[in-house]
């Protein structure tokens, strides 16, 4: 069994920061790439930032240049570092983990159950 935790969610004024953790816990052979998703109320959840194991990231327009995603692959956890919030970034925000499990043959995709980010502005 696998579940992904996030935290470090919360409220802050615009052009403030934020730092998001997530981590993949249970029984995992690997996790081949972590992310973030958000979903603002009434919208459809949408792609944030993701990193592969190898390091490639992939980052949505709305956020390239404002935040980061790392990942420490030995302890298959992922952080978002969120700087210059502004209002339209207020969100849930969700982890998600692609991990191969013990057996080193299934793979899945597992999510958290999300964490709010607030931006007043």
């Known amino acids: 069994q696998v579940r992904v935790v996030e935290s470090g969610g919360g409220l802050v004024q615009a052009g403030g920061s934020l730092r998001l953790s997530c981590a993949a816990i249970g029984s995992i052979f690997r996790c081949n790439a972590m992310g973030w998703y958000r979903q603002a109320t009434g919208k459809q959840r949408e792609l944030v930032a993701t990193k592969s194991r190898s390091g490639t990231t992939n980052y949505a327009d709305s956020v390239r240049d404002r935040f980061t995603i790392s990942t420490d692959n030995a302890k298959n956890t992922a952080f978002l570092q969120m700087n210059s919030l502004k209002s339209e970034d207020t969100a849930i925000y969700f982890c998600?983990?692609?991990?191969?499990?013990?057996?080193?043959?299934?793979?899945?995709?597992?999510w958290g159950q999300g964490t709010q980010v607030a931006v007043s502005s």
């Open positions: 998600n983990a692609v991990c191969t499990i013990r057996d080193g043959i299934v793979t899945n995709t597992y």
